[in-house]
């Protein structure tokens, strides 16, 4: 369940849906009851890796199917050893 929560989060942000991962953790954690220990499920990522959750991915693909297909934008930090809070570092927003 975790996996699947986590996979959206990255979905709705690769398509612009989510805008700021930090609205994103938080909103994971307040709005649908995500692990709050782990900050949300952009600051999780960060925890495990783009590349071993990559990984984690393939393995839950091949034993039960395509919802579990890596974004392309996970795949892409992980080619690239990039975390989201450095990806997509806050900038202030005008008011």
């Given at each position: 369940?975790?996996?699947?929560?986590?996979?959206?989060?990255?979905?709705?942000?690769?398509?612009?849906?989510?805008?700021?991962?930090?609205?994103?953790?938080?909103?994971?954690?307040?709005?649908?009851?995500?692990?709050?220990?782990?900050?949300?499920?952009?600051?999780?990522?960060?925890?495990i890796g783009?590349?071993?959750?990559?990984?984690?991915?393939?393995?839950?693909?091949?034993?039960?199917?395509a919802r579990?297909?890596?974004?392309?934008?996970?795949?892409?930090?992980?080619?690239?050893?990039?975390?989201?809070?450095?990806?997509?570092?806050?900038?202030?927003?005008?008011?």
């Amino acid at each position: 369940m975790l996996f699947a929560q986590v996979l959206e989060a990255v979905r709705a942000l690769e398509d612009g849906v989510l805008t700021d991962i930090r609205e994103g953790d938080v909103g994971a954690i307040l709005g649908w009851g995500f692990a709050p220990w782990s900050g949300g499920p952009f600051s999780w990522l960060d925890m495990i890796g783009a590349a071993r959750a990559v990984e984690i991915c393939d393995g839950l693909t091949a034993a039960h199917g395509a919802r579990f297909t890596a974004p392309a934008l996970l795949r892409d930090m992980a080619s690239k050893g990039e975390q989201f809070y450095t990806r997509f570092a806050a900038t202030p927003k005008a008011a």
